[in-house]
């Protein structure tokens, strides 16, 4: 794979707006988390709530398109200068030449769920409601394309909880074969009653905050976020997207294979398009959402593939689990990584499951990074990896 500058990235999530906010939150060991405050119906557990979305001021122009997802996305995009970014390149390559490649697993679903829950008598949507922009999986690729102003290809990724790693692929892929010189990547998902009750329902959501590979682990926190990243063919940067390995377990709807098959494949098929060995990996970003077979099997496929003086974590600590955003998340995480030298720990865990090497630390350190490695692991079996270097490797 020939290396991909990575000119701008940002993200918004409970631990804050913002890279600053993210990178003091995982330098200090901050969580995010909160009791559940978001739904009317009791649910007992913890969220990662983006408190700034409450006072986001709406445009006027992008009406039809109004609900939380979009208004989560509208926010992250006013983060480290991510808008002008894309504007630059908009002008540099032309509009029509900047793919828009994005990842949500619920889109703005929660909008759907309150137009059914304020049915007119006649069963018609509420007359506020009535917004067909808002009620399809493509509402958030459609809103992004009209507030950055893009005509290239525009693509909605939805793989559960790999999502927004996979438009990492996605869009090296249109470069590669010449239909685009940039891509915009994204991934956008928020709380709402559907994903909440539902993961209740499965007997996932921990009543206290999420503990990714402690020994007493008793489920996720769900958490809402927006993420974005630049991607250019030819560009000076700090920092390069190298790699990137896809599977599918095909293995059950919402459980692992039980030797990690899959997430195997996807590592070594990113290791060997970045044309590196697992050695040359500083830092790894865990899937680690704190359920009990998930972290076990992630667990098993790290230790017997990677060395001990690598350092691996979760960060689901600091955002909880934010699905279809949780992939461009934690690949800021590695950038942020490789911009400032920190390796975050595994926050809120207190005592590591036995099958966790030397490989995972409790708290975070400062240590040079070079090579960070992002895993995203998404029901029925969709797994995707991507690294991330500081220098370009090939």
């Not at 707006?17 to 978001?38: H, I, P």
């Not at 390559?93 to 007119?120: D, F, K, N, Q």
């Not at 590592?267 to 040359?280: D, F, I, N, S, V």
Request: hydrophobic share 45%; aromatic share 6%.
């Amino acid at each position: 794979m020939k290396p991909l500058a990575v000119t701008a990235f940002t993200s918004t999530t409970a631990a804050g707006a913002g890279n600053t906010a993210l990178q003091a939150a995982l330098e200090a060991g901050v969580s995010g988390l909160r009791y559940n405050d978001f739904t009317t119906t009791p649910l007992d557990g913890h969220i990662g709530r983006v408190t700034e979305l409450d006072s986001v001021a709406w445009p006027e122009a992008f009406a039809e398109y109004d609900c939380r997802n979009n208004r989560l996305a509208w926010l992250g995009l006013q983060q480290d200068g991510f808008l002008e970014a894309v504007n630059a390149a908009s002008t540099r390559y032309g509009a029509a030449r900047v793919a828009l490649v994005v990842g949500t697993s619920t889109a703005s679903i929660g909008a759907t769920e309150e137009a059914y829950s304020r049915l007119e008598p006649e069963g018609l949507f509420p007359l506020d409601l009535r917004r067909p922009a808002v009620h399809t999986p493509h509402s958030l690729g459609h809103f992004l394309a009209v507030a950055l102003g893009l005509g290239g290809p525009c693509v909605t990724v939805a793989t559960a909880c790999s999502s927004s790693a996979k438009v990492f692929a996605q869009a090296e892929r249109l470069i590669r074969l010449g239909i685009v010189d940039a891509a915009v990547v994204a991934g956008v998902d928020t709380l709402c009653g559907s994903v909440l009750f539902g993961f209740n329902s499965l007997e996932l959501i921990s009543p206290e905050p999420c503990r990714p590979f402690d020994t007493a682990r008793s489920g996720i926190s769900l958490g809402e976020a927006a993420g974005y990243a630049l991607l250019e063919r030819e560009a000076s940067a700090d920092a390069w997207f190298v790699g990137h390995g896809e599977s599918s377990d095909a293995h059950h709807m919402s459980s692992p294979h039980p030797e990690g098959l899959g997430a195997r494949i996807a590592l070594e098929a990113a290791l060997e398009r970045a044309g590196l060995p697992p050695a040359a990996v500083d830092y790894i970003n865990l899937h680690g959402t704190a359920s009990v077979k998930n972290d076990e099997v992630e667990a098993a496929v790290i230790s017997s593939m990677f060395l001990a003086d690598v350092a691996v974590s979760s960060t689901k600590g600091w955002t909880g689990h934010t699905l279809g955003a949780a992939g461009i998340v934690e690949a800021v995480v590695c950038l942020l990584a490789l911009r400032h030298g920190f390796r975050p720990g595994n926050l809120l865990a207190r005592e590591l499951d036995p099958l966790c090497g030397p490989q995972w630390k409790l708290t975070g350190e400062a240590a040079p990074v070079r090579v960070a490695l992002t895993e995203s692991f998404g029901f029925g079996g969709n797994n995707c990896v991507l690294l991330f270097s500081a220098e370009r490797t090939q």
